[in-house]
């Protein structure tokens, strides 16, 4: 019965799972003491993008609660110790595992204090000192609490970080979308244009599974193998950066727009363009800050040179290296498009759109909903791929023999 430790395994997995979405639902709904929605806060969350961009990054801002700030610290952390990994400063990739993890939950340490403090600043309260210490105490105290429970589910759930983005995207962005289906009532042949609606998410959905799966194929030639072999080929991904990019520019995004409302309404950190210029910028950056960062140039080269392997018609190491990233820049630029256009959109419907913001939000919510899907489900088939060949692997069980 080889096949039962597999399935506990599993099973142990999707119910830890589910435990960290019930804590997290439940602090969700633990509101804040001595805070509450001003007119300002409201403002400030209705006529920005900062609600989106909580939203995304597993944070929630439109809600408070001891988990508003979320998860923000962490996936700033994850894109600083990337940062210096690839620079390699104060020798960093030197480090062991234990050190890196020291040094992530110390950054998101000082970020969780940092975005606590600055969401107490736009609650723009009229208590005392020491209550507002207090609310950032809590606010810091649950993130990484939030930060704690994502980190158990990494070692021993399912998903990673995303069922608590997935929660967070279900919970805040359905009522966004409901009040504006409801403002499209008014609308002649609301009926056409609810069907309208609905296969365009069809269509996002196919496409971006469909365009996610995509691949260039990079063709090795191995020289262990017969010379007549047909060459092997190397899959590279044309979205291979997407899903961190969403997650990370909403986080990155966060605090500076946190802070629009005080540069006053002629600021230029209020400028529609400013913004949009802003957020396509960064979305091409990480873009292809994660896109290489998966698939390595460097690394790939010599990854193939000590397995006996070169490139068709390209020769090793350094050559290999350039062709490489040639190859990357030029294949997921198409993705990197989307991926920008995705961003901006979502983040600037709001000016856009005005009461049909909720719509500007679909494209991004569907995407990132279906590669965190995409993403739970390998998991899953992963954990279950032995169960598939426990017939092979089982062995024979010895028959007794009747002793004379």
């Not at 009926?191 to 609905?198: S, T």
């Not at 490139?311 to 030029?330: C, D, H």
């Not at 500007?360 to 899907?373: E, G, H, L, S």
Request: with cysteine; proline share 6%.
């Amino acid at each position: 019965m080889t096949a039962k430790p597999h399935l506990k395994v599993l099973f142990k997995r999707i119910l830890l799972t589910l435990i960290i979405i019930f804590i997290y639902i439940l602090g969700t709904r633990v509101p804040l003491p001595f805070a509450e929605i001003t007119r300002q806060y409201s403002s400030l969350m209705n006529d920005t993008s900062i609600s989106i961009m909580s939203m995304m990054s597993g944070a929630e801002f439109m809600r408070l609660s001891i988990f508003s700030v979320g998860l923000n610290p962490f996936m700033i952390a994850i894109l600083i110790i990337q940062l210096l990994m690839i620079t390699k400063i104060f020798g960093f990739d030197a480090l062991s595992m234990q050190q890196v993890e020291i040094t992530q939950q110390i950054i998101i340490l000082i970020f969780t204090i940092i975005q606590s403090t600055l969401f107490t600043v736009s609650l723009n309260l009229n208590s005392h000192p020491g209550k507002k210490a207090i609310i950032i105490l809590i606010l810091s105290a649950g993130s990484l609490l939030v930060n704690w429970l994502c980190f158990m589910n990494i070692k021993f759930g399912i998903g990673g970080t995303s069922p608590i983005i997935l929660v967070n995207i279900l919970t805040t962005s359905t009522p966004t979308l409901i009040n504006a289906i409801n403002k499209m009532e008014t609308l002649p042949h609301f009926g056409i244009w609810i069907v309208v609606l609905a296969i365009a998410i069809l269509v996002i959905v196919y496409f971006w599974i469909a365009f996610s799966h995509a691949y260039y194929p990079l063709k090795v030639i191995n020289t262990s193998l017969n010379s007549h072999s047909d060459p092997v080929i190397i899959p590279l991904g044309l979205n291979m950066g997407a899903m961190m990019t969403y997650m990370m520019g909403m986080a990155v995004l966060t605090m500076p727009a946190m802070l629009t409302p005080y540069f006053g309404p002629n600021s230029i950190f209020n400028n529609l363009t400013f913004q949009a210029v802003t957020s396509t910028v960064l979305a091409f950056v990480l873009f292809y800050f994660f896109t290489f960062m998966q698939f390595n140039p460097k690394d790939q080269a010599k990854a193939l040179r000590n397995g006996g392997c070169y490139i068709l018609n390209v020769r090793p190491n350094l050559p290999s290296q350039k062709y490489i990233r040639k190859v990357l820049w030029i294949i997921t630029f198409p993705g990197a498009l989307l991926t920008a256009f995705q961003l901006t959109l979502g983040l600037m419907g709001m000016q856009l759109l005005h009461q049909y913001a909720g719509f500007a939000i679909i494209p991004m919510n569907v995407v990132m909903i279906t590669m965190f899907m995409n993403g739970i489900k390998d998991q899953i088939a992963i954990l279950l791929f032995p169960h598939k060949y426990y017939k092979l692997l089982k062995l024979p069980t010895p028959k007794r023999t009747m002793k004379p």
